[in-house]
């Protein structure tokens, strides 16, 4: 794969931000893409069922209508789960023995903002635990067998951030002063960085931050390097694990830098 020089828009007047110049001596460095296929053509759900479920159940008066997965779990669906508690208890209590009697094990059972009144019966009555939380719904696990440990996973542990090095033909490097967060505290000069959205991949995550801190439509060319941090910023106590995108965005359009 042929790697080229890009240039970027010229969007914006670079008087408020400054740039210094740096020399890099690079020596046995392979540059590696980052690409993803054409998301339009993509469907998750799909590969997903074709990886890991192993069939649907549509319930009936005694069973909740769930999805199983190649590991003996069972998924839930929450769009069925009875909003009336003495209901949820009855058809509740009677899954889980169908499930136990079939030799499930992990029950993952998704709440949504309107049943938050079932979570505590979930708990208390049933021995749910809390396996994670999202702005509209809780999920909660059980653990099935009594003769052996419980092996579903843990909760996402980890974060994904970027910083993005953008340059110019002349080797200067763009950076930027937040407004907020601990950079801002120190009042130092930085290049742009922040985390991975849901869904979002490396290179469009270190564009975006490269537009919302600067303003600049940069454009992406390599990955550069990689690196781990336990115990981060993140206030979940979440393991980051940074990744330093290289750029290259022209300023030689009329463009000045103080």
Not at 161 to 176: H, M, P
Not at 227 to 251: D, K
């Amino acid at each position: 794969m042929a790697w080229r020089r890009l240039t970027a828009l010229p969007r914006m007047s670079l008087r408020a931000l400054p740039a210094v110049s740096l020399g890099v001596n690079i020596v046995n460095v392979k540059r590696v893409a980052c690409s993803s296929a054409n998301k339009e053509d993509e469907k998750p759900a799909d590969k997903q069922a074709d990886y890991w479920i192993s069939g649907v159940s549509q319930g009936c008066n005694k069973t909740l209508p769930c999805t199983f997965d190649l590991y003996g779990g069972v998924m839930v669906d929450p769009a069925t789960v009875p909003a009336e508690q003495d209901a949820f208890r009855t058809i509740l209590a009677s899954s889980l023995d169908e499930w136990m009697k079939r030799g499930k094990q992990g029950v993952w059972l998704r709440l949504d903002i309107s049943a938050a009144a079932l979570v505590p019966i979930a708990i208390s009555e049933f021995g749910f635990e809390y396996h994670h939380a999202e702005r509209d719904y809780v999920m909660m696990t059980k653990w099935l067998p009594s003769n052996c440990p419980n092996t579903l996973p843990h909760n996402a542990s980890h974060t994904i951030g970027v910083g993005a090095l953008v340059t110019n033909s002349e080797g200067k490097i763009l950076l930027a002063r937040e407004k907020s967060g601990p950079a801002a505290r120190s009042k130092v000069w930085k290049i742009p960085t922040g985390l991975v959205d849901a869904g979002e991949d490396l290179h469009e995550a270190a564009l975006r931050e490269v537009k919302e801190e600067t303003g600049i439509d940069a454009t992406f060319e390599y990955c550069g390097a990689f690196t781990m941090s336990h115990g981060g910023l993140m206030p979940t106590g979440e393991q980051e694990q940074p990744l330093l995108c290289g750029e290259v965005q022209s300023l030689d359009h009329g463009d000045s830098i103080v």
